[in-house]
């Protein structure tokens, strides 16, 4: 039986402060960008606002200085090199001037005329390489300076655009292909930045008790993470540790609804699982995935047939995929179309006709 809470109070998770020199001030006036790359103590360089950023507000779109297959035959290193000399001289120091964990033992530690040697190369790759199009990785220099935080304290979510198609007079074969041409990478704050405070994204799905992001963390990215989170007092890593658990059950629960007749749920349950996971997340401060979990309950509100939960979950992910995704995402439209078109839902009427229920009255207050 799922217990559905009024408003929680959420986990309080003070970012710290950082003062920007006047000089690095005055630089970043100059770019576009509404952050400054500069020194955090403890982990190298970050990425810290310039100005208040809003929640939903496009911080930075940024095409790859390259990309490379995740699947590759032959040897990284001289993969990531050979990539490396296709590139102009600026944007391969762009590249070098990146962080790196370690080298590894193999391998020549002599420098070519690229001015990097291979072990070195391939442990940039390794630490700043990101997921872009299906099966690729991608070099994304600026998104490569933003440091990791768990759960309820990373504020900001990156997100690949595939290209955008081209009129035919504009495409030719001859051509050497464009950054553009291989698509872009957008970068949203999930929630309101305040001026001075980092901006912190997540390296991996992080809603796992601290011990396991931190193993996790240690193993695949080699450093031993001091979010807000993570450097919460123990008693309050246990009750989020709690919290994180929880949050796994109910969407393991969740996806029993796939399953009809025995051992599945009815939708009305599913969407009770939806409003405590809401609450659980709000208690916890995490609010990615929102944007998700909305779709999944107009989902299951369009098969039952409920018009008004069908309108106004579909509503509540448009708002969140806005947030998280940009409002002119796909996920975002297609939300917002059946938030107006509930019977034009693609699981209309697939299920048996029951009225599921709506967000918790606190969520919908709360927009
Ligand atoms: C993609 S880079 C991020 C930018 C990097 N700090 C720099 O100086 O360019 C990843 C590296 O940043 C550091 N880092 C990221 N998040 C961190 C955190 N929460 N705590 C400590 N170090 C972190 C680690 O050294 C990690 O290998």
């Not at 790359?37 to 809003?54: H, S």
């Not at 035919?168 to 405070?197: C, R």
């Not at 901006?199 to 992080?206: A, G, H």
């Not at 963390?217 to 309050?236: I, K, V």
């Amino acid at each position: 039986m799922v217990v559905v809470e009024d408003s929680p109070t959420p986990l309080r998770l003070e970012p710290p402060r950082y003062k920007i020199s006047p000089e690095v001030l005055l630089a970043a006036n100059e770019s576009a960008t509404p952050f400054v790359v500069m020194k955090i103590p403890g982990r190298g360089m970050g990425a810290v606002a310039i100005r208040d950023i809003k929640q939903g507000e496009l911080i930075l779109r940024e095409n790859p200085l390259f990309t490379l297959p995740l699947k590759i035959d032959g040897d990284p290193e001289e993969l990531v090199l050979a990539a490396l000399s296709n590139l102009s001289s600026n944007a391969r120091s762009q590249f070098i001037n990146l962080s790196h964990h370690s080298h590894s033992k193999s391998g020549s530690n002599t420098e070519d005329e690229l001015g990097i040697d291979g072990p070195t190369a391939l442990s940039i790759l390794q630490t700043n390489a990101i997921s872009a199009s299906p099966g690729n990785l991608g070099i994304f220099p600026q998104i490569a300076r933003l440091n990791h935080g768990c759960g309820g304290a990373f504020n900001a979510v990156y997100n690949f655009r595939p290209p955008i198609a081209k009129p035919e007079a504009e495409t030719s074969t001859d051509e050497e292909q464009e950054p553009e041409d291989f698509g872009f990478m957008v970068l949203h704050a999930l929630k309101p930045i305040p001026a001075n405070t980092e901006l912190l994204t997540t390296y991996f799905t992080s809603r796992l008790p601290r011990s396991q992001r931190r193993d996790y963390l240690l193993q695949h990215y080699h450093f031993a993470c001091d979010c807000a989170l993570c450097s919460l007092p123990e008693a309050e890593i246990k009750e989020s540790d709690a919290r994180m658990e929880e949050v796994d059950e109910l969407r393991k629960r969740l996806g029993l609804w796939a399953t009809e007749g025995e051992g599945g749920i009815e939708g009305d349950d599913a969407i009770r699982v939806i409003n405590k996971y809401w609450a659980v997340s709000e208690a916890e401060a995490y609010w990615s995935e929102r944007g998700q979990m909305a779709s999944d309950a107009a989902h299951v509100a369009a098969a039952h047939s409920d018009r008004l939960a069908t309108t106004a979950w579909a509503g509540l992910a448009s708002i969140w995929y806005g947030y998280e995704l940009g409002a002119d995402s796909d996920p975002a439209q297609a939300m917002g179309y059946f938030a107006y078109n509930p019977e034009g839902h693609f699981a209309w009427g697939t299920r048996k006709e029951l009225v599921v229920g709506s967000p918790s009255p606190w969520i919908l207050a709360g927009l």
